[in-house]
C-alpha cells in the first residue's frame, strides 16, 4: 500500500517560515521524483517545487529564492522549506511521487500565513 503523508503546515505570520514533511512508504522512494503542489478552493493545481530521483529541482517563479525542495531518500521523506512567506502562498498544499506510469498523491495539509 502507498502512503504520502504530509505534516509540518500551519497558521503562520508574514514573514515566517514552515518546513513541509512527505514521508513516503510503499514505493521505491529513490526511484521517484517528487513534487510540491498547491491548490486553493476553486482555483487550478499549481506547480511549486519538484526534485528528481537524481536531485535536480525546479520552482514554480514566485516562490524561487524563498522556497527550498529536498529529499532524504534513507528517510523516504521530501521536504519544502518555505520562508519570507507571504498572505498569497496559503493554500493546501499535496506531494505527489511520479513513477513512470503512475502518479502518487498526498491527502493534503493547509498552510495559512496570515498578513
Known amino acids: 500500500q502507498v502512503q504520502l503523508v504530509e505534516s509540518g503546515g500551519g497558521l503562520v505570520q508574514a514573514g515566517g517560515s514552515l518546513r513541509l514533511s512527505c514521508a513516503v512508504s510503499?514505493?521505491?522512494?529513490?526511484?521517484?521524483?517528487m513534487t510540491w503542489y498547491r491548490q486553493a478552493p476553486g482555483k487550478k493545481r499549481e506547480l511549486v517545487a519538484s526534485?528528481?530521483?537524481?536531485?535536480?529541482?525546479n520552482y514554480v517563479d514566485s516562490v524561487k529564492g524563498r522556497f527550498t525542495i529536498s529529499r532524504d531518500n534513507a528517510k523516504n521523506t521530501v521536504y519544502l522549506q518555505m520562508s519570507s512567506l507571504k498572505p498569497e502562498d496559503t493554500d493546501v498544499y499535496y506531494c505527489?511521487?511520479?513513477?513512470?506510469?503512475?502518479?502518487?498523491w498526498g491527502q493534503g495539509i493547509q498552510v495559512t500565513v496570515s498578513s
Open positions: 505527489a511521487a511520479h513513477g513512470y506510469l503512475t502518479t502518487y
Open positions: 510503499g514505493i521505491s522512494f529513490s526511484t521517484y521524483g
Open positions: 526534485i528528481t530521483s537524481g536531485g535536480s529541482t
